[in-house]
Every structure is written in C-alpha cells, then in structure tokens.
C-alpha cells in the first residue's frame, strides 16, 4: 500500500504511518530476535475499526533500528593495528605497480622496465610488512602477555614439576626419620 493509498484509507490528505494502518493480524513480526536471543515484543497499535472519519486511535509502532553487539574478537593492540594497516597499504601499492607495470608491458610503453624493477623492489617491501606485522604481534604477546587458558603441554610440565618436589620431599622426610631412629648406628632392620 503507497501513500496515496493510505491516504485514501484514512480519508484526509494526512499519510499515516503504515504500522498505523495495518491491523494486527497484518504485522509482519509480532516478536522481534534481539542480538541475544531474547525475543523483543513490538506492538503493531490498535485500530478503531468502527471509526470512519479518520480518527482511528492508532498508536504507530516503532521498531528499534539498531541493535548492539558484542564484538565477537577482542581489538587489536594498537601497534600491531598499526603494522596491519601498514601493510594492507604497501601491498595495495605494490599491486598497483604490478598491474601498472603489466600493462605498460602490453601496450610496449618505455615505462614497463622501470615499473617491473620498482614492482620487485615493492614486493620485498610487502613481504617485509607482513612480516613486520606477525613480529609485532609476537613481540607484545610476549610482553604484555595474553589471556589463554593453560594448554595441555603447560599442565603436563607442571604435573611432572609437582611429581619430582614431591618425590624430593619424601626422600628427604624418610632420611630424616632414618637420622632420628638411630640410622647412624650401621643396625639393619632385623636383629
């Protein structure tokens, strides 16, 4: 139904919003999924249908445009965003010196020489800043440290660490209890 349309059905020159003219039985949605799950209720408003003059008590339903998120991944750290950015643009450039210097190999221009040199050169450099930006990442990892939960290896190492300091301490408990029994005397067990 258009303006005109709506127009016509309400008897005046005033267009009404179309959530106002559709009954409920019309409504698209009676439940709207929000991001979480939860289902957001819209009233679609009532309609006087023993109204004709137009002074339909419609109350107009206005549904929420947007939705907030939560951000699936967490932010990268600003110096490996930085890096990133860096290199998404060097190798933006370097695929257009490519494709530059392709095409001035086609068409036989006196430009395709130095761009295939500087596309070399330029490829060198792309590699290096996505190199940079993997060191960069690994750098503050390292120095900032990350949230994780422990792995499989690290619970394996510290279960052998914990087993050892235990074997340690009861060797150190039974020489003690050798030492206060008398062990010094050089009598074994029977007599």
Known sequence: MGTAERREALGNDVAAPLAAVRGPEEAPHDDLAAADGHKVPVSTGERNEGAVDGSASAQPSYRQLWVEEPARRRRLPDP??????????????????????????????????????????????????????????????QRNGVVSTPSSTARALRRERRKARRQVRAATRTQERIARQGGGSGQLSHP
């Open 80 to 141: 490996v965003r930085t890096a990133a950015v860096r290199a998404v643009l060097v190798i933006a450039v370097t695929l257009i010196q490519a494709m530059v210097a392709f095409l001035s190999t086609l068409a036989g221009s006196w430009l395709a020489f130095p761009m295939v040199l500087s596309s070399v050169a330029s490829t060198v450099v792309a590699t290096w800043a996505a190199l940079d930006v993997w060191v960069t990442r690994q750098v503050w990892n």
